[in-house]
């Protein structure tokens, strides 16, 4: 179903985990959006705000 949605020109969102930060304690799930382009697929990543201290 999801393909076809690609296929379709849709866009659509799904959650990718970023490895390796479990060694420091840490795991973030993204929201990754999808889109057909032509022949090739595209993906956006949608960054949550980093919380920087110093």
């Known amino acids: 179903m999801e393909q076809r949605e690609l ?4 866009t659509i969102t799904k959650l990718a985990k970023i490895g390796g930060l479990n060694k420091f304690g840490m ?3 993204l929201s990754v959006q999808l889109r057909k ?3 090739e697929y595209l993906a956006t ?3 949550p705000p980093v919380v920087f201290a110093a």
């Open 7 to 10: 296929d379709s020109g849709n």
């Open 45 to 47: 990543l949608q960054v």
């Open 27 to 29: 795991s973030y799930n």
């Open 37 to 39: 382009c032509g022949s």
